[in-house]
């Protein structure tokens, strides 16, 4: 076993990686529940839920056997021209808890394709119209994928610089904090008046790769409300926040204004299976409804609305939609809560908070060490059993919601004792 460690080096290129100076890859074998086991027999509690997908925990029984069942009937089958039950099904389930005025839904790949298409959507919604409005808004700091659309609509960062050049056009305007309001107003307002964008991409409440920064919920709603009025569309990217995370079923339930559009990936199939999806409302679908064959859509991916994916995704909601699942949320949260109330007392703490099974602070440490600081203490995490990735000062959890009390106990525990080590 000890030479998967040598061998993955021989061929494979990791993502989000620079190889040259990163340590080895560690090889996991298993997974189960909320608990990842690596090559050596070495246990971790996987403490946000492996990129915030496994939320019902790792090799779920009724997921696994579901998409069995599905894999022994239909496999695969094009999505342009057939369709299938569990697509099917998938949509009249998903229908029920999206927020209010979501109508149809477009499958894709991945979390970056979701908001790709949630791009196209918004300017080509604008284009079919006979609008001339080419641009896209969105916050500084946000984050939205990999793929080009995604990437210019995301913060500028170190990591884009090679493709900066090829980036649609997008205006940015900072987050409402609550504080800042009023000039993040003026500042949209001021946007707005050239007459030029197509929509606005967001990440409601909070913002997963910023290092979960949490924003202002009345600030953003006036956000929405304005664009609204200003026929911009109004894109939430619920990637990160969907299913469950925030404590509704999306971040947008806690918003007044809703949107026009929602991407969806990661905890959407469980962690089982890659997709992604994109839904809009009747207003989006009907401006591509047409005799004319160039205003549909055209996109499409190989794998759309693969039945094994929807049938995870399927079974996922079910299980988010029972209430024993609904309760362990609020359990969670009312721990999350009590913790960082808890760590704020602590003079290395800094902004600790936390929104649903979401919870997050800095640490107070010298900034000259954010380099290393991140690796040292994903370092001592790992050591002390528990799956954390720090993003920089910033220490977050996204527990998977069948977490036991004793596992969250211990990734608390280890969290406080890494504020006397560091
Ligand atoms: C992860 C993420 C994406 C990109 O999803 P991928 O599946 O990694 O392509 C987009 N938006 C948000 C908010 C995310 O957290």
Redesign the pocket.
């Known amino acids: 076993m000890r030479d998967l460690r040598d061998r993955d080096k021989k061929h494979l290129w990791h993502p989000l990686t620079q190889h040259k100076i990163s340590p080895d890859m560690l090889p996991i074998v298993s997974a189960k529940g909320c608990i990842l086991k690596d090559d050596r027999g070495n246990e971790y509690i996987d403490a946000i839920s492996s990129?915030?997908t496994s939320v019902y925990g790792h090799c779920n029984e009724l997921i696994t056997e579901r998409v069995a069942a599905q894999m022994k009937n239909l496999d695969q089958v094009v999505f342009s021209g057939f369709t299938h039950q569990p697509a099917i099904e998938l949509s009249e389930a998903l229908i029920e808890v999206l927020p209010a005025g979501q109508e149809k839904l477009f499958f894709n790949d991945?979390?970056?394709?979701?908001?790709e298409i949630g791009i196209k959507m918004a300017l080509q919604y604008h284009h079919n119209l006979g609008n001339d409005r080419k641009k896209m808004l969105a916050f500084e700091e946000g984050?939205?994928?990999?793929t080009f659309g995604?990437m210019s609509v995301s913060g500028l960062s170190v990591y884009n610089g090679a493709f900066e050049d090829h980036f649609i056009e997008v205006e940015r305007i900072p987050v409402p904090t609550g504080k800042n309001n009023h000039e993040v107003i003026e500042q949209l307002k001021m946007l707005l008046s050239q007459n030029n964008i197509a929509g606005f991409i967001y990440?409601p409440l909070v913002q997963?790769?910023a290092a979960m920064k949490f924003h202002d919920a009345e600030g953003l709603n006036e956000i929405l409300k304005i664009c609204r009025k200003n026929e911009v569309i109004l894109v939430a990217?619920e990637?990160?926040?969907g299913f469950g995370k925030t404590g509704k079923y999306f971040a947008s339930d806690y918003i007044e204004e809703k949107p026009d559009v929602v991407?969806m990936?990661?905890a959407l199939t469980a962690g089982l299976l890659?997709m992604?999806l994109t839904s809009c409302s009747a207003k989006i679908y009907d401006a591509f409804y047409s005799d004319e064959i160039a205003k549909g859509l055209f996109h499409g991916h190989t794998y759309t609305a693969n039945p094994l994916a929807c049938a995870a995704a399927l079974a996922g909601l079910n299980i988010l939609r029972s209430s024993e699942i609904q309760d362990s949320i609020r359990e969670i949260s009312e721990k999350n809560t009590a913790f960082a109330e808890r760590l704020s007392k602590n003079k290395k703490v800094k902004n600790a908070r936390s929104i649903g099974v979401i919870m997050a602070f800095e640490l107070d440490v010298e900034t000259d060490r954010y380099g290393s600081l991140r690796n040292e203490l994903f370092k001592y995490f790992m050591d002390n059993g528990v799956f954390l990735r720090p993003l920089g000062n910033t220490i977050y959890i996204v527990p998977p919601y069948v977490i036991s009390k004793d596992e969250i106990e211990r990734v608390y525990s280890v969290i406080e004792s890494s504020l006397s080590e560091f």
Do not use: L, R
């Not at 991945?110 to 908001?115: C, D, I, V």
């Not at 984050?143 to 990999?146: L, N, S, T, V, W």
């Open positions: 990129w915030y991945n979390g970056s394709t979701a908001t984050f939205h994928g990999d995604a990440e997963g790769a990217d990637v990160m926040t991407c990936s990661k890659p992604g």
